[in-house]
């Protein structure tokens, strides 16, 4: 039976689309974005996380594990994800429980189970199911036919999506989806790269070519501190976006509800000294959109 790595399934989701939704998060992502607020989501593999106040420091972890994946640094557990086979042993034997782990793997049948279980909200606020992640494409076998058994149910399907997908692969799955979430970071590549660690080339392809067959889709601008958050940054993506024939987008202002997720990967976390943006921070920036003829709204 085909399964897939799934790190989060969210019910009574209300900002991934329209209605009541819920929202299935995919584990794996081809992009590292700096001020990502799910970084568990990036590796494609089970992760273990380690919440250092709770550790006792038994070094029963360390013991346990059979591939030497852990070892001690400054008092800390240091988890190698690369030797790391996903076993648990660590997880189940921890008697702090400061140790938990990221990634599942379910079958389809499961996930449209549990999706189900909320029909009678989905129609009464026009709802549905939303693949999130990390990149749902980047798992594309297996997201074909989720989708496809979630389609049979008679349910509004969306996907929040990178758009870094080899244009094979893009063009075959977004068509299946009622909406594209369609997340546009960055109209310059070089700036593109530096916050995400690769070039906008193939997602600005895949944006025109979904809008080119009329799919119903949705920019979406992350607005992040220092990357894409100028007045000069808001008028190169709206001239991307007006060249693009795209006529609505949304804000998704810069917030830290991430922050925590990154100590337990025992991750660096270069944005934690800046503030969270408002709506009201943002208006002269929402302003460059409306003065383009483009609908943007939070």
């Known amino acids: 039976m085909e399964k897939g790595l799934i790190f989060n399934i969210q019910k009574f989701s209300i900002h991934d689309g329209p209605g009541i939704r819920t929202t299935v998060f995919f584990k794996g992502c081809p992009l590292k974005c700096k001020w990502c607020s799910n970084p568990e989501s990036q590796l494609h593999k089970l992760q273990i996380l380690y919440d250092f106040e709770k550790c006792v420091h038994c070094k029963k972890c360390l013991l346990d594990c059979p591939k030497q994946a852990i070892q001690e640094k400054d008092n800390h557990m240091i988890f190698n994800h ?27 049948q499961e996930i449209v189970d549990i999706c189900m279980q909320d029909i009678d909200f989905y129609e009464e606020s026009n709802g549905g199911v939303t693949i999130s992640g990390g990149e749902g494409m980047a798992q594309p076998e297996f997201l074909e036919k989720l989708v496809l058994a979630l389609k049979e149910k008679n349910l509004h399907v969306a996907i929040e999506t990178t758009g870094y997908i080899q244009k094979e692969i893009f063009q075959k799955l977004a068509p299946l989806f009622d909406l594209l979430l369609f997340d546009v970071k960055h109209y310059d590549r070089l700036q593109h790269f530096g916050g995400t660690g690769v070039y906008n080339d193939l997602i600005v392809e895949n944006l025109q070519w979904a809008i080119q067959h009329q799919l ?11 990357f894409n958050d100028s007045l000069e940054d808001a008028k190169g993506i709206s001239e991307l976006l007006k060249a693009s024939n795209i006529q609505k987008v949304q804000l998704l202002p810069f917030h830290q509800f991430g922050e925590k997720k990154y100590s337990l990967l025992n991750k660096e976390y270069n944005l934690k000294t800046y503030q969270a943006y408002h709506e009201e921070d943002l208006k002269d920036y929402q302003q460059i959109f409306l003065d383009k003829g483009i609908d943007c709204f939070f």
């Not at 030797?83 to 990634?103: M, R, T, W, Y």
């Not at 119903?216 to 220092?226: C, E, K, M, Y």
Request: proline share 11%.
């Open 82 to 108: 690369e030797k790391c086979i996903g076993c648990l042993q660590c997880v189940n034997n921890c008697p702090a429980k400061a140790l938990s782990h990221e990634g599942d793997y379910k079958e389809i």
């Open 216 to 226: 119903n889709v949705l920019p979406r601008i992350p607005v992040i501190p220092d």
